[in-house]
């Protein structure tokens, strides 16, 4: 494996266990056979509508749920796990290397904690440091670096605004310097005001402490003026996935498309033909067959009813899975 690559996931699945009584062995596939590379000092986007299958994803890579199938590999230059199998020394080390940023700063605080205490509690869950001046050490470091006033520490959460909040979150889950830090949904609560100082600050974040995000958000919009590379998930299924400048100048999958014709400001060219997205995502318990996305594609065809398509090369780094995204290109 290429030595730039932190994360990489080859035929990646997550199945829920579900149901009750006779039905208790049934399994919720709602991520189902994900390759993904995330390099180095990325910022890797993971967009799709709610229940695609973008949180699973997220908490697999930080082993928050479990992996039931495929593999998946961290390395970071200094260690190099099998994310399927790991013993519990390397599991504690990786909470340590791989945090989360929550979607909501108001049920991510205890409301009892001061903000000081709310920061140093992953440092003392996982014994980082050895004495309390330590810790505060590491608090008012991180704390300054998310530009929370130092004064703060000493209040409770509830006294901050959505934005604030979301700073003393991040001030947590960076604590332990990590490496890889999923983000999920880590604006979406947010004013869109305010979106963009945190997005500015996670940029900034990224490069002063070389961090690795998985950025996930359900709008394209958001990811745009993040992300250096996007992967685009239905259903359990990544559909594409290119750079970033790529994906948005010629996005080939129907559904990325319709993605973006959701947001016209983004697709200036295309607004006199923009395709809705008509319907629902189906269940992950009752999945289409062929192509999951193809119930709702304009551009529907018997192949796409009985065969599923698998991702292919399109353009460089720009991977599509779609059966007739070639004759498409001539349609627009
Ligand atoms: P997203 O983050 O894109 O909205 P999720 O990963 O949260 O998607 O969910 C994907 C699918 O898995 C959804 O159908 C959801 O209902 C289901 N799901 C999520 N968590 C669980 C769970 N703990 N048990 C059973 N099903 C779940
Ligand atoms: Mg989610």
Known sequence: ??????ISAAGLSVGYKIGKGIFQHSILKAVDNVSIHIKRGSF??????????????????????????????????????????????????YRRRAQLIFQDPYAA????????????????????????????????????????????????????????RQRISIARALVSRPQFIVADEAVAALDVSIQA?????????????DLTFMFISHDLSVVAHTCDHVA??????????????????????????????????????DRGRAQRLEGEIPSPTNQPSGCKFHTRCPHVIDRCRSEEPQLETADGAHEVACHRWQELLKVG
């Open 109 to 164: 605080l205890s409301p009892r904690m001061t903000v000081r205490d709310i920061i140093a509690e992953p440092l003392e869950v996982m014994k980082i440091t050895s004495s309390r001046q330590e810790t505060d050490e590491r608090v008012r470091e991180i704390a300054a670096r998310c530009r929370l006033n130092l004064e703060h520490l000493r209040r409770f959460p509830h006294a901050f605004s959505g934005g604030q």
């Open 44 to 93: 890797f986007g993971l967009v799709g509508e709610s229940g695609s299958g973008k949180t699973t994803l997220g908490r697999a890579l930080l082993n928050a749920v479990p992996i039931t199938g495929g593999n998946a590999t961290y390395d970071d230059g200094d260690v190099n796990y099998d994310l399927t199998a790991l013993s519990k020394d390397e599991l504690g080390d």
């Open 197 to 209: 100082d945190v997005l500015n600050l996670l940029k900034q974040l990224q490069g002063e402490m």
């Open 1 to 6: 494996m290429s030595d730039d690559i932190l």
């Open 232 to 269: 685009v998930m239905y259903l359990g299924r990544l559909v594409e996935t290119a750079p970033t400048r790529q994906l948005f100048a010629a996005p080939k999958h129907p559904y990325t498309k319709a993605l973006f014709s959701a947001i016209p400001s983004l697709n200036p060219d």
